[in-house]
């Protein structure tokens, strides 16, 4: 079996820990260096030039997208990350794959046979990622990965209500209920439509198609009536950017 020279990027020791041992135990595979941030993931990725990069998405210093778009060569990459919401990221980034933290040791398998077995067309792919990083941030969210009683499954925008924080999560109201994924609000906004997600106060985002009725209260403060019978309270600031919306 070829192998090929790897480098991971991972700031949590027991990850690292993890990702050391899995590369060293896969004969596909020669470890030739790791960094524990972005910066240094940076300087080493560009001096090691190694074939294959693992890349924590969420790092010290600098992001695992940022070092990717500072790279002047294109190694394979596949991301991990322990935020779903960074895995559609890197999926819609078209990266060779994403490892979703804590992953198993098949998952990992499953992963290094794709960049063994699809180098032309994760080249071609890998090309398509650096071109979109290279544009900018990424698009706006289409959908966010879920988890729901053991699933994880993709929840679309103009499905979802509201958002609230939660402590360093956000609570989505969407379908009935409600889903807790691990990112925090500020987070998702910047990557939300602003013409349909409007940040009514510090802890929480309305999708105004979910709007049934905007009423102002006794300190002229709106109360949005949400179609599910939820009211939420806009703060001043809010409420003025939501009655210059008004025709």
Same mark, same amino acid.
Not at 212 to 222: E, H, N, P, V, Y
């Given at each position: 079996?070829? =192998?090929?020279?790897? *480098? *991971?990027?991972?700031?949590?020791?027991?990850?690292?820990?993890?990702?050391?041992?899995?590369?060293?135990?896969?004969?596909?595979?020669?470890?030739?260096?790791?960094?524990?941030?972005?910066?240094?993931?940076?300087?080493?990725?560009?001096?090691?030039?190694?074939?294959?990069? *693992?890349?924590? #998405?969420?790092?010290?210093?600098?992001?695992?997208?940022?070092?990717?778009?500072?790279?002047?060569?294109?190694?394979?990459?596949? *991301?991990?990350?322990?935020?779903?919401?960074?895995?559609?990221?890197?999926?819609?980034?078209?990266?060779?794959?994403?490892?979703?933290?804590?992953?198993?040791?098949?998952?990992?398998?499953?992963?290094?046979?794709?960049? /063994?077995?699809? =180098?032309?067309?994760?080249?071609?792919?890998?090309?398509?990622?650096?071109?979109?990083?290279?544009?900018?941030?990424?698009?706006?969210?289409?959908?966010?990965?879920?988890?729901?009683?053991?699933?994880?499954?993709?929840?679309?925008?103009?499905?979802?209500?509201?958002?609230?924080?939660?402590?360093?999560?956000?609570? #989505?109201?969407?379908?009935?209920?409600?889903? /807790?994924?691990?990112?925090? #609000?500020?987070?998702?906004?910047?990557?939300?439509?602003?013409?349909?997600?409007?940040? #009514?106060?510090?802890?929480?985002?309305?999708?105004?198609?979910?709007?049934?009725?905007?009423?102002?209260?006794?300190?002229?403060?709106?109360?949005?009536?949400?179609?599910?019978?939820?009211?939420?309270?806009?703060?001043?600031?809010?409420?003025?950017?939501?009655?210059?919306?008004?025709?």
């Amino acid at each position: 079996m070829n =192998t090929k020279t790897a *480098f *991971f990027a991972e700031d949590e020791p027991l990850a690292r820990d993890v990702l050391r041992d899995a590369i060293y135990g896969h004969p596909g595979l020669r470890l030739v260096g790791e960094a524990a941030d972005g910066a240094e993931a940076l300087v080493r990725i560009t001096r090691l030039r190694p074939e294959v990069v *693992f890349m924590d #998405i969420q790092m010290p210093e600098m992001s695992g997208l940022d070092v990717l778009r500072r790279l002047d060569y294109l190694p394979q990459i596949v *991301f991990t990350t322990a935020y779903d919401q960074y895995a559609v990221t890197a999926f819609e980034l078209h990266a060779v794959d994403y490892l979703l933290k804590p992953f198993t040791q098949a998952r990992f398998a499953a992963a290094v046979a794709r960049l /063994l077995d699809g =180098t032309a067309q994760a080249r071609d792919t890998l090309d398509s990622a650096l071109t979109h990083a290279k544009n900018g941030p990424p698009a706006r969210l289409e959908r966010i990965l879920v988890r729901d009683r053991g699933r994880i499954f993709p929840l679309a925008l103009d499905e979802i209500a509201y958002m609230k924080a939660d402590s360093k999560y956000t609570v #989505i109201a969407a379908r009935g209920q409600t889903f /807790l994924v691990r990112i925090g #609000i500020s987070d998702l906004e910047a990557q939300l439509d602003p013409a349909r997600f409007v940040r #009514i106060h510090r802890s929480a985002l309305v999708n105004l198609d979910f709007v049934d009725s905007m009423r102002a209260d006794d300190q002229s403060q709106l109360q949005i009536h949400m179609r599910d019978g939820t009211v939420l309270g806009a703060n001043r600031d809010a409420s003025k950017i939501l009655r210059d919306m008004a025709i």
